[in-house]
């Protein structure tokens, strides 16, 4: 493992977190010798301080699993843009304390557990996974269903949903908060429960009230105790009292076990991606060909695949951080010998890069836009709109705001930013770009809800990715944080040269003295520092080529990202939705009659404005921003990015 807990396995390891996020853990950890942040101690001792304050977004996520005042943003959470900070005296931070977080990252499996995730939780919450089951089993129809859903499965599945309602409400059992992987097991069910509960709900009927009683009614035979409560049901359903909020039996346990992870109450790419696999044949390991997925909404080959291609990607990118580690050891030593190996490592992960664009082109293989778009994604939606209530948790009339699963929380693809130096927050000074705004001092103004804080722009964009961090389990985020945080500075050598560059120039005459609320423009990462080191036109290491090299691959997977998403949503929110997408409005998802005809069946409206992500931006801009904030840190000139 990468992290300190080398020797042991992943679940006691990451299960010491139960004892609290270990960020500011204590300095008996030791560093694996082949880590390059034993190496970086190795070769430099380093001040004995105390750890420095972390980055906002690297806090645990305890804040987001307290009530949040309604129509309150989990962003507001994270305080000002989380660029490095400048300790008060002057100095760098002193990144190796912080070092002391188990990372949870492994050599073999990268952000992937090294472990096959458990496939079910048995014991006291066996029902929890039997309704996962039945979910899928019915199979449970989002909306309420269309045309092909019939008066008996709509019954099925308001019984279903009630069965939720009725469960008991379960504590956290001591093998469960002693066993990552049974704490992520249950992420993973009460995830996919909750998803299902919320969105196989008919859309509440605009003025609905409680059926009138007849005179008929009166004549006819009292209705069994089963159909009353299915029409109590039906009722309560068309009038919206089950919308949007989380049964306490679901929001109790997720609460509770999410805290323990260190991720928000609501699906996440590492739930649906990271520990949502099994292995084929153990004896044959962690290969792309010996994984399958484990738990899906819809049990169709597109959900499957969907899954899988990212989780091929997490696999195959364990080489890029192989790379990235070695890179780093070799631009502590930065002697002439160091800069040719870089070199080489750039230009291999490059490579890598390069192969992640094709596992992701082989999406359209098997993943059909149009069930992804109208029958998968829509389980995905998050409490991003008015927000989730979280019965038993939350005080009455509160509601958090959690935007749903992307790849947007990929780590891997962070990491390579971070490593490449993209700047998101386009605030450093860049060669091929202007000069950056001014970074102040102080939090930014809270936005007023998340969709507008991802339409604001640039430097709101950046906030995206940041919040996206939010939505990856503790330990890759302090990993991340830590990476960021990585710097040589101090160096006997002294601090590198700064960026040869007229913005540059420009924007340190902007940091001056008569403006005390500027910071000073964030320092580049220790590779690209190396790079910019290095004259234009010294062939001898070629760093600087292999630098943008690593940054064309890594533009061009943002190119294949972009047609993917502009095939897999914006055409196909173009288009109307295949007939069994198309939603029964709330009038006959509650009545107990027969499916209408298909012409009376609503069709889900058209998306209002630009198509949104399920992060919630705007998506055409705010991809088109992530790739031309990676050919800004080219040092040469960019080539075209190709058109959407
Ligand atoms: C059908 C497949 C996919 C679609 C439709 C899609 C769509 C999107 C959308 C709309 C966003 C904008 C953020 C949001 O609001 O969620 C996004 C972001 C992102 N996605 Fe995907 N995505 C797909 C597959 C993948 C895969 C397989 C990966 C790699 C693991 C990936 C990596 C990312 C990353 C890293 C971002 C953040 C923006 C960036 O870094 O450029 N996506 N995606």
């Keep these: 493992m990468l992290n300190a807990a080398a020797s042991s396995s992943s679940s006691s390891s990451s299960s010491s977190s139960s004892a609290g996020p270990s960020h500011a853990a204590t300095l008996d950890w030791a560093v694996p010798p082949s880590h390059f942040l034993a190496q970086q101690g190795a070769f430099k001792p380093r001040r004995e301080a105390s750890p420095p304050p972390l980055p906002a977004h690297a806090l645990p996520l305890a804040e987001l699993a307290q009530a949040l005042p309604a129509g309150m943003p989990a962003a507001a959470l994270l305080g000002p843009t989380p660029l490095r900070a400048a300790p008060a ?3 760098m931070p002193d990144t190796s304390t912080v070092a002391a977080a188990d990372f949870d990252v492994d ?14 939780l048995g014991g006291e919450y066996e029902a ?3 309704l996962l089951d039945a979910a899928q089993r019915l199979p449970l129809m989002q909306g309420a269903g269309g045309a092909a859903v019939d008066a008996t499965q709509r019954r099925a599945a308001r019984a279903w ?3 939720i309602r009725e469960l008991p ?17 249950a992420h993973l069910v009460l995830s996919f429960l909750a998803h299902f509960y919320l969105h196989s709900q008919p859309a509440p009927a605009v003025g609905a009230r409680p059926a009138p009683r007849t005179w008929r009614s009166f004549l006819s035979a009292a209705p069994s105790p089963a159909d009353a409560a299915d029409a109590a049901d039906a009722d309560a359903e068309a009038r919206g009292v089950y919308a949007e909020t989380v049964p306490a039996p679901l929001a109790v346990p997720w609460v509770a076990v999410s805290q323990h992870l260190d991720l928000p109450p609501i699906l996440t790419y590492a739930t649906t991606v990271l520990w949502n696999w099994y292995l084929v044949d153990e004896a044959r390991g962690l290969t792309p060909d010996n994984m399958r997925i484990a738990t899906t909404f819809t049990g169709t080959r597109s959900e499957e695949h969907f899954y899988f291609v990212s989780l091929a990607i997490e696999l195959r990118g364990v080489e890029a951080l192989k790379l990235m580690r070695v890179s780093l050891d070799e631009a502590f030593v930065a002697d002439a010998l ?8 750039l230009r291999r992960i490059a490579a890598v890069v390069d192969e992640l664009r094709a596992l992701l082109r082989s999406m359209s293989a098997h993943c059909d836009p149009a069930t992804f778009y109208w029958g998968i994604r829509p389980w995905f939606r998050g409490a991003d709109g008015g927000g989730w209530h979280y ?3 939350d005080a009455p009339g509160t509601h958090r705001r959690l935007t749903g699963p992307s790849a947007g929380q990929s780590s891997l693809i962070h990491a390579l930013d971070v490593f490449l130096d993209v700047d998101h927050s386009q605030t450093k000074p860049r060669v091929n770009r202007p000069v950056p705004p001014l970074r102040r001092r102080g939090p930014p103004a809270a936005p007023a809800d998340a969709h507008d804080e991802a339409e604001a722009g640039a430097t709101q964009n950046a906030t995206f990715m940041e919040r996206m961090q939010l939505y990856m389990p503790g330990h890759h985020r302090a990993f991340l944080t830590h990476l960021r945080n990585l710097s040589f500075d101090d160096s006997p050598d002294g601090p590198p040269a700064p960026e040869p560059t007229e913005s540059d120039a420009a924007s340190a005459s902007g940091t001056s003295d008569d403006d005390e609320d500027a910071l000073p423009p964030a320092p580049s990462h220790p590779i690209r520092t190396l790079a910019l080191a290095t004259p234009p036109a010294g062939k001898q290491d070629g760093l600087r080529a292999a630098y943008d090299a690593a940054l064309v691959s890594l533009r061009q997977l943002r190119d294949e990202h972009m047609r993917i998403a502009t095939l897999y949503i914006i055409s196909q929110a173009r288009r109307p939705p295949p007939a069994q997408y198309a939603v029964l409005p709330a009038s006959f998802a509650g009545a107990p009659a027969a499916a209408p005809a298909l012409e009376t069946l609503a069709t889900p409206p058209p998306a209002a404005g630009a198509p949104k992500g399920t992060g919630g931006t705007d998506l055409v801009s705010f991809l088109k921003e992530c790739r031309s904030n990676t050919l800004d840190a080219m040092l040469g000139p960019g080539d075209s990015p190709q058109p959407l």
Excluded: T
């Excluded at 992937?112 to 079910?120: F, G, H, I």
């Design 128 to 130: 929890w996974e039997e």
């Design 169 to 185: 409400v379960l504590p956290l059992s001591p093998l469960l908060l002693g066993d990552v992987r049974h704490a992520r097991r």
């Design 338 to 345: 160091a800069r040719r190996r870089i070199a080489a490592y």
């Design 89 to 91: 005296d002057g100095a």
């Design 107 to 120: 050599v073999l499996s990268g952000f992937l557990p090294p472990e096959a995730p458990l496939r079910r």
């Design 391 to 393: 019965e038993g948790v």
């Design 161 to 163: 949903r009630r069965s």
